[in-house]
Structures are given as C-alpha cells and as structure tokens.
C-alpha cells in the first residue's frame, strides 16, 4: 500500500498511541527552535566511520547525554549509556525523508521511533509502529520503505550493545580513508579523544586512550573492506548476539586479541546453506569472489537472499567493489587440511580457519 504523506499524517494521528512516544519530531528535543530547524546546542552531531549503506541516503546524526552524566566504556566494545540518552539520524534523499530516534527509558529498554517528513520539510510525524511501505520513489520501481519498529530491533539489538554507530571504532580520531561512503568528521563533530578530553567516557582502557584504535590489516583495502563488513553485517554477525550459532561473525571487536573475525569465520569456511546449483559453496573463497557466498548474497537484492536482509532495496556498488577487490586480491587461499569440502564448518568459528 502506498500513502501519501498527507495520508501518512492523518493515519499516524488516529492510529498511533505508542506510551511515552512523542508524536512529532518537535517534541523529542532535537531542535532549539524547529521553525529554523536549529539544532539544540546539547545535542552533539557525529559521523561513524564506516557508516550503513542505505540506498544512498545521506545522513546525519545527533547524540544527547543527560547533563552530568558519562558512558561506560569498559567493555570497549559494547558501550553502556545513561539512562535517559538520545540518538537522532536524519535520512536523506535529495530533501529530508526520516529522522530516526532512539531513547533509553529509566527501565533500561531503548525506544525506537522514525519521524516522516513532509514533502515541505516543515513538520515530521510519528510513523506507524508496522512503517510505511514505498513512501518514496529512489530509482524506476524502487521505493524507499520507513522500517518498522520490529525491523529497528532487528538491527539494533543483535549485538551486546543497541548502539551501533557510536563507539570506539566508529569514532576513532585515526579514520580510514578508504572508507565507502564516509561523510568524514566535519569539523566539530564528535571524536574518541574529545569525547575523552570532555569527560564523557569512563573506564575507557587505557591502550584505546594512547592509541585511536584503528583495524589492523595487510594492505589499505583490507582495513576497509573489514571495516566496512564491521559497519554494514556485524550487528547481526557477531559471537555475542542471537545470531552467534550462525558461527559468522563480521565485526571487528577491538576486545579480541585473536584476530579479524570476519576471515577467521568465512575464508574456506562452508556455507551452512546448501543450494543444488552450487555444491561445496565457501563463504569466502580467496582469489575467487563470483564463488564467495558473502559476495553473491551483498550483490543479491532477491528478498530471500540478500545481505543485509532489511533496510535497503539497491545492492551497494562501492561496498561490493571493495569487498570483491579484496577477496580478488588481498586473501590467501588455506593450505591444507581446511575446511573447504568439510560438510558443515565448526561451530565454534573463532578456532578453526585459520589465516596461513
Ligand atoms: C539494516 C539494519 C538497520 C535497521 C533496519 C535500522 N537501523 Fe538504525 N542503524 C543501523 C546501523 C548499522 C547504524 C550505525 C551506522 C550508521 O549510522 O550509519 C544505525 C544507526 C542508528 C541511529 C544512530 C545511533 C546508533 O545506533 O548509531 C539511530 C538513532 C537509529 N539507527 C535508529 C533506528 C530506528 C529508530 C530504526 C527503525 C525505524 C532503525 N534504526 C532501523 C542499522 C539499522
Ligand atoms: C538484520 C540482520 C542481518 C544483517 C544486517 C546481515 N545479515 Fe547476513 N544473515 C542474517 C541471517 C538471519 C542469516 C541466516 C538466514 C539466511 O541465510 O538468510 C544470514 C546469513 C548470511 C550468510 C550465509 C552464511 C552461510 O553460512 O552461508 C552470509 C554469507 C551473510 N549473511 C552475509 C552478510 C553480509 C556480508 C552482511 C552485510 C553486508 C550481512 N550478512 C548482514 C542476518 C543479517
């Protein structure tokens, strides 16, 4: 069903009563004043560095701490907010489309919303907790979907922390260049040291306070093709979140000692699911992207195959160039004894595939 943005208004104000959920952007305190769309000085923008593609939406982000208080950084890898934390993304497409809104109640549960703008770019409403389907043409017969409430979950809690563009290696000072899609820091935007200097971190370790953390890899493309599988899968793959018995993990977690995940679970690793066109499929088969599952199923827009399962519609050239490059290029295959016809890889993914 496509709704028009007038529709879109007058179905939100009747039909959604979501507790506790401000029914127009105006009322979550992103602005200062909302006629001149200034944002609050409190509310702080930042970039990650290895940003989601989402069908080419140009973003912006906002977080807002409560006055007084820090973040847990501990585990270096799973951030812990205050509660009462704001976070704001503006999507994009030539005007402003959605701004999406997360707030971490005094229950310890995070609050997903998103805000549909109208075509004016003068007021922005709550949408419908199921979304809204084809809100927005992007190319001929491709239209943009404002995600549900359930997909919002999916993504963000699949990993041990629901925040996922606001960490440590997102916000490191040492940003890749190779990067797909990066806004860059603009100035004034939220970094690891100044987040530091600002006292917003606590129990940050120490290692992370000399040296901005930075992906260790062989070559440039490397650094950002992980980097990239970290921004754009790991949410989902990790060792830590529902997923993990998948034993696919592409993040990159700077608490691991052990190396990149995302080649110690894929290169030579079998794919769990067997398709009869493609016998002995490999998730990663070095030098050799066309038979590399992970690179057919970023490449696939096909519902029922393609990576990432939700929030994008259009396969991501400048990611799949750069993930292609690299399998073409940068792996080497394993000797022997690897697990390349084994029938189903190891459930423990961390100990077997190794890098020769
Ligand atoms: C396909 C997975 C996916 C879906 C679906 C999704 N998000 Fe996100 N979201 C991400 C990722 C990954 C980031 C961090 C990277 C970035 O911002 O580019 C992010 C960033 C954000 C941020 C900035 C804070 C942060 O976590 O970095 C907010 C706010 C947000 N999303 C809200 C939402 C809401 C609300 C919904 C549902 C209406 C939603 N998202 C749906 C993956 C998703
Ligand atoms: C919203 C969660 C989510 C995100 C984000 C996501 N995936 Fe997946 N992925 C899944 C689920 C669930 C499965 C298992 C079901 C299936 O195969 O479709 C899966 C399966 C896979 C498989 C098959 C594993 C095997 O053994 O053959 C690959 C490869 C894969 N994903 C790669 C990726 C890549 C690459 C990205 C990022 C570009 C990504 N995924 C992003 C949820 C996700």
């Known amino acids: 069903m496509l709704l028009t943005v007038p529709a879109l208004v007058a179905a939100t104000t009747a039909s959604t009563e979501r507790a506790g959920v401000p029914k127009r952007l105006a009322d979550t305190g992103l602005y200062a004043n909302f006629a001149e769309l200034q944002v609050a000085a409190d509310n702080l923008p930042f970039s990650p560095q290895y940003p989601l593609w989402s069908d080419g939406a140009t973003k912006r982000r906002w977080i807002h701490l409560p006055p007084g208080t820090a973040i847990d950084a501990s585990d270096v890898d799973a951030w812990r907010f ?12 030539g005007r402003r489309v959605e701004t999406r809104y997360m707030e971490l109640g005094a229950n310890g549960e995070w609050t997903y919303a998103t805000y549909v703008w109208n075509e004016d770019g003068r007021d922005s409403v709550l949408a419908p907790e199921r979304g809204v389907r084809g809100l927005l043409e992007l190319a001929p017969g491709v239209r943009h979907d404002i995600p549900s409430v359930s997909d919002c979950r999916a993504c963000h809690q699949g990993a041990p922390t ?10 490191s000072s040492d940003r890749d260049p190779s990067a797909p899609h990066a806004d860059g820091a603009k100035g004034g935007e939220l970094e690891l040291d100044a987040l ?8 940050l370790p120490d290692a992370f306070v000399e040296h901005a953390p930075r992906i260790a890899a062989s070559n440039p493309r490397e650094r950002a093709a992980l980097g990239y599988l970290h921004g754009n899968c790991g949410h989902c793959h990790n060792a830590r979140g529902p997923l993990a018995d998948l034993g696919l993990a592409l993040d990159y977690p700077l608490g691991e000692a052990r190396g990149a995940p995302a080649l110690l679970t894929t290169l030579g690793v079998a794919s769990k699911f067997r398709s009869s066109a493609h016998a002995n499929d490999v998730r990663i088969a070095a030098n050799d992207p066309d038979h590399s599952v992970l690179a057919r199923r970023m490449a696939s827009r096909k519902p029922l195959l393609q990576m990432p399962p939700l929030g994008t519609q259009i396969a991501d050239d400048e990611g799949l160039a750069l993930v292609r490059g690299w399998i073409a290029s940068d792996l080497a295959p394993l000797s022997s004894g690897a697990s390349m016809h084994s029938p189903i890889p190891d459930l423990d993914p961390l100990a077997k595939g190794r890098r020769p």
Not at 196 to 203: A, K, P, S
């Open 82 to 93: 205050p509660i009462g934390t704001k976070l704001w993304k503006e999507f994009a497409f």
């Open 162 to 171: 629901a925040v996922l563009g606001f960490g440590a290696l997102q916000l």
């Open 196 to 203: 530091v200097r600002r006292g917003l971190l606590r129990g």
